[in-house]
C-alpha cells in the first residue's frame, strides 16, 4: 500500500485486533501467561510467584474485605489471583489482575453465564514481580485508567511502596511508615501501609 502523502514508502500491514472471544479462545498454556491490551496479544513467559508476592496479595485482600464488611459496602466483591476482567470491547482489553475490587452495583451485573468480570473494577492492584518491565506495567496502568478505572495501586514488595494512579492526576506515592488512605473511592478505608507487607 502505497500512502498518499508518503509517495514510495509501503505501509507495513496492519495487525487484525483480537476479539475478546478470541482471545478467551486461544488454548492454554501452562508456561505463558497473557494479556489482551487493546486487541494485541500480551505474552510473557509464566513466573511462580514468591512467597513475598504471595503474602503481599493476601493481605492486601484481606484488608479489602475487611474495609467491605466493616464500612457496609453491601456486595461489594474483591477478588484476587490473576482474576480475569474484561475492561472493554472493540478495541478489546483483557487482563489479568493480581487483586480487584468492584462495587455492589457492578457486581450484581455480573451473570453466571462469564467466567471473566464484565467492565473495569472500582480498584485494581498490580503486585510487582522481578520479572515485570517499566514499559509493561506503564502499559497496563495507561489502559486501566482509560478504560475507566478509577483507581490503581502499584504495589512493590521489595521496597515496601505503594503509588496510586488516578485519571488525570498525579500519581500518589505512600512508604511503609505511612497511612494508605483513598478516601473518595474507598471512604473509610484506612491502612498502616507497612501492615500490608508483614
Given at each position: 500500500?502505497?500512502?498518499?502523502?508518503?509517495?514510495?514508502?509501503?505501509?507495513?500491514?496492519r495487525?487484525?485486533?483480537?476479539?475478546?472471544?478470541e482471545?478467551?479462545?486461544?488454548?492454554?498454556?501452562?508456561?505463558?501467561?497473557?494479556?489482551?491490551?487493546?486487541?494485541?496479544?500480551?505474552?510473557?513467559?509464566?513466573t511462580h510467584?514468591?512467597?513475598?508476592?504471595?503474602?503481599?496479595?493476601?493481605?492486601?485482600?484481606?484488608?479489602?474485605?475487611?474495609?467491605?464488611?466493616?464500612e457496609?459496602?453491601?456486595?461489594?466483591?474483591?477478588y484476587?489471583?490473576?482474576?480475569?476482567?474484561?475492561?472493554?470491547?472493540?478495541?478489546?482489553?483483557?487482563?489479568?489482575?493480581?487483586?480487584?475490587?468492584?462495587?455492589?452495583?457492578?457486581?450484581?451485573?455480573?451473570?453466571?453465564?462469564?467466567?471473566?468480570?464484565?467492565?473495569?473494577?472500582?480498584?485494581?492492584?498490580?503486585?510487582?514481580?522481578?520479572?515485570?518491565?517499566?514499559e509493561?506495567?506503564?502499559?497496563?496502568?495507561?489502559?486501566?485508567?482509560?478504560?475507566?478505572?478509577?483507581?490503581?495501586?502499584?504495589?512493590?514488595?521489595?521496597?515496601?511502596?505503594?503509588?496510586?494512579h488516578?485519571?488525570?492526576?498525579?500519581?500518589?506515592?505512600?512508604?511503609?511508615?505511612?497511612?494508605?488512605?483513598?478516601?473518595?473511592?474507598l471512604?473509610?478505608?484506612r491502612?498502616?501501609?507497612?501492615?500490608?507487607?508483614?
Open positions: 500500500i502505497i500512502t498518499a502523502n508518503e509517495p514510495g514508502i509501503l505501509e507495513p500491514p495487525q487484525k485486533l483480537m476479539t475478546v472471544e482471545f478467551l479462545a486461544m488454548p492454554d498454556d501452562e508456561n505463558i501467561e497473557r494479556d489482551l491490551i487493546r486487541g494485541e496479544v500480551r505474552e510473557w513467559v509464566m510467584r514468591s512467597r513475598r508476592h504471595a503474602a503481599t496479595e493476601a493481605k492486601m485482600t484481606y484488608f479489602l474485605m475487611n474495609w467491605v464488611q466493616q457496609r459496602q453491601g456486595n461489594g466483591k474483591v484476587s489471583g490473576e482474576v480475569g476482567c474484561i475492561l472493554r470491547h472493540s478495541p478489546s482489553s483483557t487482563v489479568g489482575i493480581d487483586v480487584a475490587y468492584i462495587t455492589a452495583e457492578h457486581a450484581a451485573r455480573q451473570t453466571d453465564a462469564s467466567r471473566l468480570i464484565e467492565g473495569p473494577p472500582a480498584l485494581a492492584v498490580e503486585i510487582l514481580s522481578p520479572n515485570d518491565t517499566q509493561a506495567i506503564a502499559e497496563k496502568i495507561d489502559e486501566y485508567l482509560a478504560c475507566g478505572v478509577p483507581m490503581v495501586w502499584i504495589v512493590d514488595p521489595h521496597f515496601r511502596t505503594i503509588t496510586i488516578r485519571p488525570a492526576m498525579a500519581p500518589e506515592f505512600f512508604t511503609e511508615a505511612q497511612t494508605l488512605l483513598a478516601e473518595n473511592e471512604p473509610g478505608f491502612a498502616l501501609v507497612r501492615n500490608l507487607f508483614e
